[in-house]
């Protein structure tokens, strides 16, 4: 699945895919590249379950891919609610499903 | 707070022409943009647009956004660009509030163009939540910006021009398309586009639309169904289908909401994709000095959203003092373009669209 879904060859683009950055999620080691979003690396290695809805833990994947629908909100390193479709992927980052709302890191 | 002139949010087509037009025309102006790259979806389109030679026609959209860049960079003493910039409000008192890189910034412009876009629409049918399920936009983005595929077999709902156009994209990228969908009796793209993918050996099923999703944790069949002309289920056509993709291709919404937040007058019109602002020739809204530009405006193609773009720059300039030189030279060029643009039958819905929000046109 994980080399399969990456595009080889194009007739009119060309993806420079240079830098390997290592990753855990669900604390599985993962690898994407540099200049990825979160949720592309993570499509790419197969991972298509992003995270579960609110009220009937429905399974939840990308829907818009550009930051609008927030139905790709997952924990990273620890901080819930990353819209993981336009973030970029970091060398060392902890990625988590996120079941529901997320609890907030900060207390008012 | 920063003292700003011109402040344009969304730097995608529309924004970018803005801005190049009000600094050409002596304007200061902030260009804000909650992305990292600026071009909006400009950066993953690879056809070659239609329009004319004004329009950088037959240039591919991954092009435009290098010239339209390019020509930015000429006037950068006069253009402050704020990536990573996501507008949060627009208030009473003129201030529009940006959260930038996690710090939080005021700014009270004395004119602003909203740009901010569309998003795309969803379809409802059982399942159509499942993880498979794509917007076409954002398999155009997973392609065409990062190289990868959505999956192995797809199925393209609407036969618009997206869905044809993205249809064909993902063959290039050798996925395989099963079928195209659409619950209208006809095609409703261009037949040059729709004529290239069927030789390609891909059928395109109009009169039908989508019954269920079926997959327990992610999309594994799609089941059809035909509809009549009445837009009911005709029992006993169901067709399963094996995709691990579904592609919604059923247009796009304006992303109005700092124009209503601002108490911007709205307008529903389903022609050009759900709630709309409504402006004079200028592209100024009813609120003075707040203008729009782009699939904001009302959801059309990248071609108008460019000279929607110039066309609200020079006016939003010269609203502020910024008088062009070819001021009346250029607004009329523009305008005509839009015309044209605008001129065909397959334009209609637009034009009809387009009639219900324009405002009297001002004298200038």
């Known amino acids: 699945m994980k080399a399969e879904l990456r595009i080889k060859n194009h007739p009119i683009l060309e993806f420079k895919k240079e830098k390997i950055l290592k990753f855990k999620f669900e604390e599985k080691d993962y690898e994407g590249y540099e200049g990825e979003t979160i949720a592309v690396a993570l499509h790419a290695s197969g991972v298509k379950v992003l995270g579960r809805s609110e009220v009937k833990n429905r399974p939840r994947g990308f829907y818009c891919a550009i930051g609008n629908c927030s139905s790709c909100l997952m924990i990273v390193n620890g901080e819930p609610n990353v819209r993981t479709c336009v973030v970029q992927l970091e060398e060392g980052m902890k990625i988590e499903r996120q079941e529901g709302k997320g609890e907030l890191l900060w207390k008012l | ?364």
């Open chain 2, 1 to 364: 707070m920063e003292t700003v002139e011109l402040l344009i949010i969304g730097a995608g087509p529309a924004g970018l022409c803005a801005a190049i037009s009000a600094v050409s025309s002596g304007a200061k102006v902030m260009l804000v943009d909650r992305n990292d790259t600026l071009g909006g979806q400009l950066i993953k389109q690879t056809h070659m647009f239609f329009g004319s030679e004004k329009q950088y026609a037959a240039t591919r959209g991954t092009d435009i956004t290098k010239i339209l860049l390019a020509e930015i960079e000429k006037y950068k003493e006069n253009i402050k660009i704020y990536k990573n910039t996501t507008a949060l409000g627009m208030y009473e008192d003129g201030v529009v509030t940006l959260a930038r890189n996690d710090k939080y910034i005021k700014v009270k412009p004395k004119a602003i163009i909203v740009a901010t876009g569309a998003s795309e629409k969803v379809l409802a049918f059982p399942n159509n939540d499942l993880p498979g399920i794509y917007g076409a936009g954002a398999v155009q983005t997973l392609m065409n910006v990062y190289g990868v595929k959505p999956g192995n077999k797809v199925l393209m709902v609407g036969a618009g021009n997206i869905g044809l156009i993205v249809s064909y994209q993902l063959m290039q990228a050798g996925v395989k398309v099963e079928a195209i969908i659409d619950a209208a009796p006809e095609i409703g793209g261009y037949l040059v586009h729709a004529s290239k993918i069927r030789r390609l050996g891909v059928p395109i099923y109009t009169s039908h639309i989508v019954k269920e999703a079926i997959g327990l944790d992610y999309l594994e069949k799609a089941v059809l169904i035909e509809v009549d002309e009445k837009w009911q289920k005709v029992r006993g056509t169901e067709k399963e289908i094996d995709v691990d993709v579904m592609c919604i291709s059923v247009g796009l919404t304006p992303l109005t909401e700092l124009l209503m937040q601002k108490g911007c007058e709205v307008k529903y019109v389903p022609e050009l994709g759900g709630l709309v602002p409504t402006r004079n020739e200028n592209y100024e809204t009813s609120i003075d000095n707040i203008f729009v530009a782009g699939d904001v405006s009302g959801v059309e193609e990248a071609s108008a959203a460019m000279v929607e773009g110039y066309l609200a720059g020079l006016c939003a300039a010269d609203k502020i003092g910024f008088r062009h030189d070819d001021f009346k030279k250029l607004k009329k060029d523009y305008i005509e373009q839009l015309h044209s643009l605008r001129a065909g039958p397959e334009s209609d819905k637009i034009r009809g669209g387009i009639a219900k929000i324009e405002r009297r046109a001002q004298d200038v």
